[in-house]
């Protein structure tokens, strides 16, 4: 079954870095594209980034363009989400995921914050 385990997540000042991963098992990772997404606390959940399958195409949502990068491994099943010029409007918990999605994992807190 498909499974995702998002890490990297913390506490930091605004203005810091951090470098989400999610690493994915039960599906050939290396032909679906992924997606970060974010929650802040009481909002819905919104798509953060995505990159294809091969890497080729690369969307990020208006609010972290210039700031995130999103990567992928694909050697490694794994996604990565590096964070840069963090505001506290970034304080949310992330996830990865496919499309078609499938189980989300327990996601990963990231508090930007003096």
């Known amino acids: 079954q498909v499974q995702l385990v998002e890490s990297g997540g913390g506490l930091v000042q605004p203005g810091g870095s951090l470098r989400l991963s999610c690493v994915a098992s039960?599906?050939?990772?290396?032909?679906?594209?992924m997606y970060w997404y974010r929650q802040a606390p009481g909002k819905g959940r919104e798509l953060v980034a995505s990159i294809t399958s091969t890497g080729g195409n690369i969307y990020y949502a208006d609010s972290v363009k210039g700031r995130f990068t999103i990567s992928r491994d694909n050697a490694k099943n794994t996604v990565y989400l590096q964070m840069n010029s963090l505001k506290p409007e970034d304080t949310a918990v992330y996830y990865c995921?496919?499309?078609?999605?499938?189980?989300w994992g327990q996601g990963t807190l990231v508090t930007v914050s003096s």
């Open positions: 039960g599906f050939t990772f290396s032909t679906y594209s």
């Open positions: 995921n496919r499309w078609p999605p499938g189980a």
